[in-house]
């Protein structure tokens, strides 16, 4: 299993970059808010840039805004793997999934825990990930939904009948023990459960 490391939760975000630099975590997830598509904002990328020189670490970005592709060109230019963004915004998807290719990043779409994995389908021959949020978006330290463990299974089940290697990543509430219910995606996304704690390597290896 793979990890991805958020620090939404981080009260000292220099500090635990430096830290989680130091695990062998897989990716620094980063979450994006602009106080419209979710009420939180999280701070302009003019001072979000300088965050990252604190990690070498492969970025895995989460778009939880109503307009990626106003984002999408600013961290397309740091070391960014994957960005990601929510199906629920309905306009221009696909567009949107094109501006990150053509930087040469791998594109992702985000389904909130009440939109039907069905609406991911017109996009499956284009993406490389999809993210199943496990609590509602917007913010960390959220419970679990429990109903997400189905939604994981029927992200699989329609990604084996496509014959897709499209990865399965699943964000909000994951600690040791929901983890068991995620069995069947690639990547596992952890904020609180790893920033809250005294040994990030030891969080990170309980969900591997
Ligand atoms: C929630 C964010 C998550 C969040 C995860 O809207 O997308 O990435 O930071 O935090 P935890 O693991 O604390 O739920
Ligand atoms: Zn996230």
């Given at each position: 299993m793979k990890v991805s490391a958020s620090f939404l939760s981080s009260s000292n975000i220099p500090r635990d970059l430096k830290k989680l630099n130091e695990?062998?975590?897989?990716f620094i997830h980063v979450d994006i808010m602009d106080g419209k598509f979710v009420p939180n904002k999280t701070m302009p990328f003019s001072e979000m840039k300088n965050i990252y020189k604190f990690t070498d670490k492969r970025l895995d970005v989460h778009l939880m805004v109503e307009d990626p592709k106003k984002y999408i060109p600013l961290y397309a230019?740091?070391?960014?793997?994957y960005i990601t963004f929510h199906v629920?915004?309905?306009?221009e998807v696909e567009e949107c999934l094109e501006l990150i290719k053509s930087f040469g990043i791998k594109c992702g779409l985000a389904i909130k825990p009440d939109t039907p994995v069905k609406s991911l389908v017109p996009y499956l021959p284009i993406i490389d990930m999809i993210l199943v949020m496990?609590?509602?978006?917007?913010?960390?330290g959220q419970s679990f939904i429990a109903s997400s463990k189905e939604k994981i299974d029927e992200v699989r089940d329609l990604l084996d009948s496509y014959n897709s290697h499209v990865m399965i990543s699943v964000d909000g509430g994951i600690t040791n023990t929901t983890k068991d219910m995620c069995s069947k995606c690639d990547i596992l996304v952890a904020g609180s459960y790893i920033i809250n704690s005294e040994s990030f390597q030891d969080r990170i290896d309980s969900l591997r």
């Open positions: 695990t062998d975590v897989d230019e740091l070391n960014t793997e629920e915004v309905m306009d496990s609590v509602e978006p917007g913010k960390g």
